[in-house]
């Protein structure tokens, strides 16, 4: 029996337990900590509690087909695994082991710009497809490098994260000494050093594995980039819409936009030639106070229209919550700190588990739900709260649609204001 089977392991939350007990405390609160008072991230995970299922009793479901596509790809199950920055400090060359458990599992792993092993050995580590997400670190040569290398190594979709015009203030990272530790100044690091004498099963497996990872996918001049913290890094990361054209004459392939929060900037993704776009606040790291992510998905719905595919990140910990987020609309899900924490607790074997323990609860979601696959899941199996019913979870009042024009922004559709207009008279 692993340290991750039942029934030391029964759900997402037992992993992190055991990725808090086996890391440092500063590479745990890097997974597990969010920007300012972290209230995006609970409200991330505690709004799918505002949903309930309505149930189809009596309904024979004894194969549940969890199989669907995303951008023309088949996958096994609806959930794909995030980019999750600097994974090579969680487990020993971490990012080839999480997409080896993705590619077992018949997903999709995201490689973050900002991880430790190089995007071609991540590929040749997985029977799966590989996505890389972009970050325009080391400037526009470097990004354009990287994106060559990403294609070259087979990479399907290039993820390209919009909501890091600066980092996001995480607290518990400047209290645990991110910054000092990642200097090399031995006497900055010094007050910093005892929570990793404090774990030292971590400590070896972090030393054996070549110590302090470097950017393997940021090639500057000298080499790959040394470490910085991730804040210094996100600094550097600004992408704006006009980015937009040199990055898809570079990649010439599908893209995705990561970090999409309002109906506008869901527009302004498919102008900017999106087939996909992540309903995602960076799992509250960046901009606390923004709605969590299953708040907003109906707004981008409605601004799409089916003209790009839409998926999700955010909160998600029990495969229910998975069914909720289809239920609403979402094609599939990202998830990030629920394999992060897998990644943590026990590698490979820790991720293929975080997937395991979702996947299961789909399916028994499903079963009870008796709905037979996850392609006929709709609003019909949920019930949402009255607020939500309103203005803000479909079409946006004629209000908003005013305050859309004051800002300069470009209006919405002509179809979404008639509609409003209809509604509102
Ligand atoms: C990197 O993208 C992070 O959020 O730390």
Redesign the pocket.
Known sequence: MSRVDPPSVVNIADLRLIAKKRLPRVVFD?IDGAADAEWTMRENARVFDDVMFRPRSAVATSNVDLRTTVLGESIELPLILA?V??SRLFWPRGEEVAARAAGEAGTIYTL?T?SGCPVRDVKAATHGPVWYQLYLVGGRDVALAGIERAKNAGCSALVV?VD?PVAGMRERDVRNGTKELVSGAPFTMLPFVAQFLARPRWLAAFLADGGLMKFANVILKDGPMPYAD?AAA?EQSMVSWADFQWIRDAWQGPIVVKGVHTADDARQSIDHGAKAVVVSN??G?QLDGVAPTLCVLPEVLAAVKGEAEVLLDGGIRRGSDVVKALCLGARAVLIGRAHAYGLGAAGGAGVARAIEILRSDIVRTMKLLGCASVRDLDRSFIDIPPAWRNDRFGTPTLDEIDRLRVHGRRPLSQEIIDSARRRDR
């Open positions: 890097y980019p920055g600097s973050s900002l994260t890091t991730v996100l960076h799992g790291r």
